[in-house]
């Protein structure tokens, strides 16, 4: 073995690599002179090891792996095989039963319901991506507008099969740019078992969901996204995994993957938890994530269930998982050092402070996370009757107390419209044009407020049935004016948020943010105002159907405010209550604001004003 695979294999055990897949798994090489394929497997308490596959018809007694240090690591070369050829690992586990395995390094993977590993060379591939890698950035002072995706379910199957990755993006990608979003995020899309898993409970998480084809497909869709100007996170689950007796489960015998404690083992979900106190279980899962990376040219890892992680079962009171966290802060260390424009976000529901703050600071290392706190209350808060949101206000002023401590991001993600949870327009009050407003109003206030943004797919079409992963959305409904609007108005809001450098610039800054009407619960009318040394901005939200043909509005500037977006404009189906020509201010607001100034309101109006100076 050669001294650098020395090298790697002692990171591995040492829990230190990001390169482990480099040497375990299948790898098409050239051994003196003949080209085969060089097989690596970790199973310290394995024995009587083999490969059975189609070229040897399965027979176990062919193709023996030797050990080849006391790690338990195995090794066998064998000349002459192709790609997609189906294997497994054949051996005697530390309980003394012979089992079959497929490899937890595989690139490729049959088909479900079959569980074999299938060959596959990952290089070689062509990419034409060059100019948008080198513009790249985590994107901290730039507009990150993300459109989360199934990819199964988005376009739905076609004569009863599903949808290639390089045929989804023929479609995406128009429809993407349309809509004005910066970003997709693809739901899980490592080798799993159960459809109805979503991919968050994987078998496979080095192997490309064959669902959809096979790696150099993959890379296919996501050059051609950047080719396009789109960047594309990659969500990914190392928290936990399926417990099919094929994969990693009680993989040689004795808990190689997961918790040997019993009390520990099982998440709320029925998988098996990660022991990521183990170092060859964190250079597994970093390697992982390294691989889709480097070799896929993922723009962002959005990292699943990390209160699970910081936590046992995501409990604060069973206490801080320690293991985890160092696994966490490992991970982002070392995929920031090797790529330095990658975005990593954490779904965090926990208060764990620090989550965003740098790993050299005591932080845990995240670019971004998400504020599930901000969604709850918004969405409660949206559901009430007009006649009772004034006891409710403070849930739409507290994300204000809070938003400064992490760089969060605002997801109206999968998580609400499944489950029996009801859409997102089906959760608002109101009747059938009340919702509409509603929501009209709701997406303009996620947008202006501060903090990165994520739409699952469909909000945009106001759809009333909740998302199904083994059926399309529900793309009628872009023949009904009252559902096209929707999608304009979240296309407009994309605009204005990317044009705009107030609502993305120095967005983390309290300096940048101001408070006009924070307390008038009785009228549930908000007003704030956000700026850069460039803008200002001035953002209306009333919450109630009053309507309003005269309202005071203290503001900090004198000059002229000038509508640039109205919900209830005529385009995005309201009754066009809308503010004509720029507002003038004049002396003496309310709220201690030294302007004002006089517009109209309508009703569950959302508006966005520019101020622009007197000449």
Not at 160 to 189: C, Q
Not at 337 to 359: N, Q, W
Not at 476 to 493: A, G, M, Y
Not at 538 to 556: C, H, Q, R
Request: hydrophobic residues 35%; charged residues 25%.
């Amino acid at each position: 073995m050669a001294l650098m695979a020395y090298g790697l294999l002692y990171e591995f055990l040492m829990g230190q690599t990001i390169d482990a897949y480099q040497y375990f798994g299948a790898h098409f090489v050239t051994v003196d002179g003949v080209k085969g394929v060089m097989f690596r497997l970790y199973a310290p308490c394995a024995s009587d090891v083999s490969i059975i596959g189609e070229w040897n018809n399965w027979d176990v007694t062919r193709d023996k792996m030797r050990r080849i240090d006391d790690s338990g690591t195995y090794e066998l070369f064998i000349p002459h095989l192709k790609e997609y050829q189906s294997y497994k690992f054949h051996f005697l586990n530390a309980k003394g039963v012979y089992v079959d395995k497929a490899d937890p390094y595989a690139f490729y993977s049959e088909y479900r319901p079959a569980t074999c590993s299938r060959l596959f060379d990952y290089e070689g591939f062509i990419w034409h991506d060059d100019s948008f890698m080198k513009r790249r950035t985590r994107c901290f002072d730039e507009p990150v507008s993300i459109y989360e995706i199934h990819l199964g379910s988005w376009k739905g199957q076609v004569d009863g099969r599903n949808l290639s990755y390089e045929e989804i993006a023929d479609y995406l990608i128009p429809y993407v740019k349309e809509l004005g979003f910066t970003h997709v995020e693809i739901m899980p899309i490592v080798q799993y078992p159960f459809d109805g898993s979503w991919g968050y409970q994987a078998t496979g998480f080095y192997s490309v969901d064959s669902r959809y084809g096979n790696p150099k497909q993959l890379m296919s869709f996501v050059d051609r996204m950047h080719q396009a100007g789109i960047g594309v996170i990659l969500d990914f689950a190392p928290c936990h995994f399926a417990k099919d007796a094929f994969a990693l489960y009680d993989f040689d015998g004795a808990h190689l993957y997961e918790y040997a404690s019993t009390r520990r083992r099982i998440s709320p979900w029925g998988s098996a938890y990660f022991d990521l106190g183990k170092d060859p279980v964190r250079s597994f899962l970093m390697s992982a994530m390294n691989y889709f990376v480097t070799m896929f040219h993922f723009d962002g890892i959005r990292v699943d269930a990390v209160s699970n992680m910081l936590f046992y079962d995501g409990d604060k009171s069973k206490g801080n998982n320690d293991g985890a966290i160092e696994f966490l802060k490992r991970l982002n260390a070392r995929l920031h050092d090797r790529h330095c424009s990658l975005m990593i976000i954490a779904e965090d529901s926990s208060d764990f402070y620090g989550v965003t703050k740098p790993t050299t600071m005591g932080g845990i290392g995240f670019d971004y996370k998400w504020d599930l706190g901000w969604m709850n209350d918004t969405l409660k808060y949206y559901s009430k009757d007009p006649i009772y949101k004034k006891y409710e206000h403070n849930k739409l002023t507290f994300s204000m107390a809070y938003f400064f401590n992490e760089n969060f991001l605002l997801p109206l993600s999968h998580d609400e419209v499944v489950h029996g949870k009801g859409t997102i327009i089906n959760k608002l009050w109101g009747d059938y044009d009340q919702k509409f407003a509603l929501l009209r109003n709701l997406y303009t206030y996620q947008f202006a407020h501060p903090g990165k943004k994520l739409n699952f797919m469909g909000n945009e079409l106001a759809s009333f049935d909740e998302w199904n992963e083994a059926r399309s959305l529900p793309w009628v409904l872009k023949t009904f004016p009252k559902h096209d609007s929707v999608s304009r108005l979240i296309r407009d809001l994309n605009n204005i948020y990317r044009y705009e450098r107030a609502m993305h610039t120095n967005e983390y800054n309290p300096n940048n943010f101001h408070w006009l009407m924070v307390d008038n619960a009785n009228d549930s009318i908000l007003a704030f105002e956000r700026f850069d040394e460039h803008s200002r901005l001035l953002f209306v939200f009333n919450m109630t159907p009053n309507y309003y043909a005269f309202y005071e509005i203290g503001v900090t500037k004198d000059g002229f405010y000038e509508e640039i977006f109205n919900s209830d404009k005529d385009v995005y189906a309201g009754t066009n209550q809308y503010n004509g020509l720029p507002c003038e201010s004049s002396p003496f607001g309310p709220y201690n604001t030294p302007y004002k100034i006089t517009i109209k309101i309508a009703s569950f109006g959302a508006m966005i004003f520019k101020f622009k100076e007197r000449k």
